[in-house]
């Protein structure tokens, strides 16, 4: 996943297996640290 923050574009790595089943934020939402982004399966 990629998170643009302040212009930048910083990779975030899973830190489990799995296939997104769910994303829970749109294009360009602003969102918070510790947010849940996405639900894995």
Do not use: R, Y
Request: charge should be negative.
């Amino acid at each position: 996943m990629i998170v643009e923050a302040m212009k930048t574009m910083n990779h975030v790595p899973s830190t489990s297996e799995g296939i997104v089943k769910e994303i829970l934020v749109e294009d360009g939402q602003p969102v918070e640290f510790g947010q849940t982004l996405i639900i894995l399966e």
